[in-house]
Protein backbone atom coordinates (compact mmCIF):
# COMPACT_ATOMS: atom_id res chain seq x y z
CA UNK A 1 0.00 0.00 0.00
CA UNK A 2 1.08 3.68 -0.99
CA UNK A 3 0.85 6.53 1.97
CA UNK A 4 1.45 10.02 0.93
CA UNK A 5 2.61 12.74 3.28
CA UNK A 6 1.73 16.98 1.80
CA UNK A 7 3.57 19.08 3.07
CA UNK A 8 4.27 23.14 1.96
CA UNK A 9 1.13 24.45 2.54
CA UNK A 10 0.36 27.65 4.72
CA UNK A 11 -1.00 31.40 4.88
CA UNK A 12 -0.40 33.24 1.43
CA UNK A 13 -1.25 36.78 0.58
CA UNK A 14 -3.21 37.27 -3.07
CA UNK A 15 -0.42 37.05 -5.51
CA UNK A 16 2.12 34.75 -4.00
CA UNK A 17 3.46 31.70 -4.44
CA UNK A 18 4.05 28.24 -2.36
CA UNK A 19 6.10 25.20 -3.16
CA UNK A 20 3.63 21.99 -1.99
CA UNK A 21 4.95 18.84 -1.78
CA UNK A 22 3.98 15.20 -1.51
CA UNK A 23 6.40 12.35 -0.50
CA UNK A 24 5.26 9.01 -1.30
CA UNK A 25 5.99 5.56 0.58
CA UNK A 26 7.00 2.35 -1.06
CA UNK A 27 8.92 1.46 -4.54
CA UNK A 28 5.92 1.78 -7.08
CA UNK A 29 5.65 6.02 -7.31
CA UNK A 30 8.04 5.85 -10.14
CA UNK A 31 5.28 3.68 -11.95
CA UNK A 32 2.34 5.65 -11.81
CA UNK A 33 1.04 8.78 -12.95
CA UNK A 34 0.28 11.12 -9.62
CA UNK A 35 -2.12 14.11 -9.11
CA UNK A 36 -3.15 16.79 -7.47
CA UNK A 37 -6.17 17.72 -5.84
CA UNK A 38 -7.75 20.23 -3.63
CA UNK A 39 -11.03 20.48 -1.54
CA UNK A 40 -12.38 23.65 -0.20
CA UNK A 41 -14.64 24.09 2.57
CA UNK A 42 -18.02 23.03 1.50
CA UNK A 43 -17.25 21.92 -1.96
CA UNK A 44 -15.99 18.22 -3.50
CA UNK A 45 -12.38 17.34 -4.34
CA UNK A 46 -11.25 18.77 -7.38
CA UNK A 47 -8.78 17.47 -9.82
CA UNK A 48 -5.83 20.57 -10.46
CA UNK A 49 -3.33 18.68 -12.16
CA UNK A 50 -1.43 15.57 -13.37
CA UNK A 51 1.84 14.27 -14.00
CA UNK A 52 2.56 10.89 -16.36
CA UNK A 53 4.88 8.19 -14.42
CA UNK A 54 8.09 9.75 -16.23
CA UNK A 55 6.99 13.04 -16.31
CA UNK A 56 6.77 14.00 -19.56
CA UNK A 57 2.89 14.80 -19.62
CA UNK A 58 0.74 16.98 -17.48
CA UNK A 59 -2.61 18.29 -17.52
CA UNK A 60 -4.29 21.33 -15.26
CA UNK A 61 -8.08 22.34 -14.50
CA UNK A 62 -8.00 25.72 -16.67
CA UNK A 63 -8.85 27.18 -13.36
CA UNK A 64 -4.88 26.83 -12.78
CA UNK A 65 -3.80 26.62 -15.74
CA UNK A 66 -0.34 29.06 -16.40
CA UNK A 67 0.02 29.62 -12.78
CA UNK A 68 0.60 26.05 -11.50
CA UNK A 69 3.30 23.89 -12.33
CA UNK A 70 3.22 20.17 -11.67
CA UNK A 71 6.59 18.20 -11.43
CA UNK A 72 7.95 14.94 -9.95
CA UNK A 73 11.87 13.56 -8.82
CA UNK A 74 11.14 9.57 -8.94
CA UNK A 75 14.46 9.34 -7.02
CA UNK A 76 12.79 10.97 -3.95
CA UNK A 77 9.54 9.42 -4.25
CA UNK A 78 8.17 13.11 -4.41
CA UNK A 79 5.53 14.97 -6.03
CA UNK A 80 5.36 18.85 -6.16
CA UNK A 81 3.48 21.59 -6.90
CA UNK A 82 4.43 25.18 -7.93
CA UNK A 83 1.81 27.81 -7.19
CA UNK A 84 2.12 31.09 -8.54
CA UNK A 85 -0.02 34.02 -8.63
CA UNK A 86 -2.51 33.10 -6.07
CA UNK A 87 -6.13 34.01 -5.77
CA UNK A 88 -8.39 33.70 -2.96
CA UNK A 89 -10.29 30.82 -4.59
CA UNK A 90 -7.19 28.58 -4.26
CA UNK A 91 -8.07 28.67 -0.76
CA UNK A 92 -8.60 24.54 -0.09
CA UNK A 93 -6.44 21.60 1.45
CA UNK A 94 -4.38 19.82 -1.28
CA UNK A 95 -3.74 16.10 -1.64
CA UNK A 96 -1.93 14.39 -3.74
CA UNK A 97 -3.00 10.74 -5.13
CA UNK A 98 -2.90 8.89 -8.51
CA UNK A 99 -5.61 9.33 -10.64
CA UNK A 100 -5.44 5.77 -11.99
CA UNK A 101 -4.42 4.02 -8.88
CA UNK A 102 -6.48 5.12 -6.04
CA UNK A 103 -4.67 5.08 -3.23
CA UNK A 104 -5.43 6.41 1.14
CA UNK A 105 -5.75 9.66 1.00
CA UNK A 106 -3.43 11.58 2.99
CA UNK A 107 -3.86 14.15 5.81
CA UNK A 108 -3.57 17.06 3.16
CA UNK A 109 -1.86 20.53 3.43
CA UNK A 110 -3.31 23.57 4.04
CA UNK A 111 -3.49 26.65 1.71
CA UNK A 112 -5.14 29.71 2.85
CA UNK A 113 -5.04 32.22 0.15
CA UNK A 114 -5.73 35.84 2.13
CA UNK A 115 -4.88 39.83 2.76
Known amino acids: QVQFVESGGGLVQPGGSLRLSCLASGSIFRFVSMGWYRQAPGKQRELVATISSAGGSTYYADSVKGRFTISRDNAKNTLYLQMNSLKPEDTAVYYC????????WGQGTQVTVSS
Open 97 to 104: NSPTNSYS
